[in-house]
């Protein structure tokens, strides 16, 4: 047999060997990552509705009370509570038990009949801006709807947006959170274990020890670095299982694609860390800087909000972010059935990284070791 | 007693020299925060403007363009190029060019100018989810802009008067410089101490002090110190950031934040503390921290995903998370005024979780060797 092949089998195995023997670790790496996955699955849910809504109804009629139902059909607002003062109301949103007021003033119903201009109100609390705005939508909606019918409004010209949502058309969250979890979860495991891995045996001195056998550094990286992307690849492989069970979450494209996209990711990944380990000392050090690297990938890869809604200056640093490739390929193959042909760019450029950072921190390495 | 503060103050000394004379530690303790701050501040928008659409426009008339241009106009939208067949819209968003696509069909204008309701088409990209959505809302509204238009409508006989409260401009960075703030402090703080006591396993050094007459309560306490000191540096040190580059207001009462801010520092340094006395190994314990504060600080505490819209497990899981709470005083206070009466039992919450992390680290701690 080869002699490198024998040497990297050497480290390879050791350092399997080395991981498992910590049961904790083997469940750290493999288990809860996917309950974190599980759970995550179900947390996220951007679609707002049910925001608990407080009504003030100063009319009484059953006029005001159809207005009231109507706005309520969708879902989107649940009433609460009546009360009987807008004070009430207000305070009210100051305590947090509802997030919008809608007051109904006294005359709604003869303003009505008279087709006099009648004003509700509604006061809607703005911390979450994506909330209020929905949720004055909805009222804004309704009320729309009503003017349309109106007599002397309805029939006529008019334009109807004819709306249809691909590749989700339930619009379920996780099934294009899960792709972005993944990556998350691949980076924060991948990255740290590396980095600290290589910073311990320098702590606890067993790298010296290493030197004085017979392997080369770009041997015993490798070596180091192949479990780890090996947990990588089963890691996403569960996630795509978990994923497709409990989420329904697609494979629309090419398997084949979606590891090329994973491999070429690792690498990135365990590069980092890898690069990481080449500058610290100690095991806190390696942490520290592995997750100065982490944070920013992980929020500015369009994982949590896409990134032609970030500001213009902030975009270049998305073109280094690895994590933000990967994401666009996986929600390619898996959610938009994409072929190479659409994604050869990402895939390349994440290859292209992920060499690059490899190559880098190797350099470094064996410049150290030596 | 008297001998209790003394230990307890050596200990505290020699676990500052530590952090001190590590300026990485110090960097990720107080540099750290606010770089997170900034780049989460700027990077992370929900006003989703710029969704890439692309047009189909088979009727080509004044009235088509005019469609495209109300869409394009206030920016929500952005025109980044046309296509003669709607059904290349697959292919366009496998590649990821576009995010929607409206097709004008021919005959358009002559359907308006009957007086009938034409039907334009939009295809939405469901693979981001967030882009997806904003899309749709706003399509309706645009849908019924046009309506009103063509049917020369001019005031709706009801109308809503919308009084956004505490953050009437619907500005992101509002929502979510609180969030922001108890996140980084939150993984910050686990960190730090999650590491502190490993190493001293790891290295020996706990043997050395079991041979002192320091009690488990004395070293608890003693690691605790410090890192709070730090702690309160660092929420200072947020929220002045937030205050001067994000124009985030204080209109409730500072007391109430403050207590609110040691309390969840402590908790979250107690967990940190219980991870490390538990592991007593440095990668078992980042790889317990960031699974356990990282992920649900950021998926499971309302910071970006709202509470309210999760199943009933895990809103159940969420009121464990104890960044929930502080998120709830941090917005409470800030943006909506709120004094004692409002956040008790947030505080309450804080207080509980901090006296069980920091009792179950004491009882946790095995004074003899494994």
Redesign the interface.
Known sequence: MNRHLVQFLAVFVKEVRQTVQ?R??VF??TV??LI?LV??G???????????TVVIDLDGTADARR?VAGMMADGTLEMVDQLGSVDEG?AA????WADVVLVVPEGFARS?LR????????????????????A??T???Y??????Q?PG?S???????????????T?S?P???VPGIAG?LLL??TT??TA??LA?EK??GTLEQVRVTPLSPRILMAGKVAPFVLVGLLDVTACLAIGAWLFDVPLRGNLLLFYAFTAAYLLTTVGAGLLVSTV?S????A???A??FM??AM??S?T???I????DW?VP?TWVNPLRFYL?GV??VL?????LA??WPQLAILTGYGVLILWTASTRFRKRLA | MRHFFIRVGALAHKESLHIVR?P??L??GLV?PL??LI??G???????????LAIVDHDQTTDSRR?ITDWTASGEF?LVGSLSDPDH???I????KA?AVLTIPAGYAR???????????????????????Q???R??????L???R??H?Q??????????????A???A??LVPGVTAYVLA?VAV?LTA?SVA?EW??GSMEQLFATPVGRLDIVVGKLLPYLAMGVVQVLLVLTAGAWVFGVPTRGNVLVLGLASVLFMLGMLGQGLLISVI?R????A???S??SS??PSL??SGF???V????L??RM??SLVPARYYI?VL??VL????GWS?QAGSLLALAAFAAVMVAMSTVRFQRKLA
């Open positions: 910590d904790r670790m750290l790496l809860a990552p974190q759970i995550l179900y947390a996220i849910d951007l679609d707002v509705d049910r925001v608990p207005a207000e949103l100051e305590a947090g009505l087709r006099d201009p009648a004003r509700l109100q509604v006061l809607v609390d703005g911390t979450d801006p994506t909330r209020s705005s929905v004055a939508g009222v804004n909606g009320l729309a709807a009503q003017a349309m109106a409004a029939g006529g010209p008019g334009v109807d947006v004819r709306a249809r949502l691909m590749f989700n058309p619009m969250s099934i294009y959170m998350m924060i495991i740290v274990i600290m891995g311990r702590e606890v610290s100690s095991q806190q050090q942490f520290v800087v997750f100065m944070l920013p929020l500015l369009g949590m909000t896409p032609h809604a970030m500001p902030i640093f666009e929600r390619g959610l938009k059935g994409a072929t659409d994604l | 590590d990485r530690t960097y990720l750290l770089v997170m780049l989460f700027f990077g992370v928008s929900f006003d989703l403007d710029h969704i890439p469609l952005e819209a697959a292919g968003f496998a590649a990821g995010a359907t308006l100018a009957r007086g009938e309701v034409a039907s334009v088409g939009l295809q939405v990209d469901g693979a981001d989810g967030q882009a997806a959505q899309a749709l809302l399509a309706d509204a645009y849908g019924r046009a309506s009103a063509a049917r409508i005031v709706a006989p009801v109308g809503a008067d919308v009084w956004t409260r505490f953050n009437p619907g500005r992101s509002l929502f993984m960190l590491l190493r790891e290295r592991t190994n440095q990668m078992v980042t790889q317990a960031t699974l990282m992920l998926m499971l970006l995903f709202p309210e819209n999760m199943p497990p895990l899981a969420s709830e917005r409470g943006l909506k005024g709120n409002d």
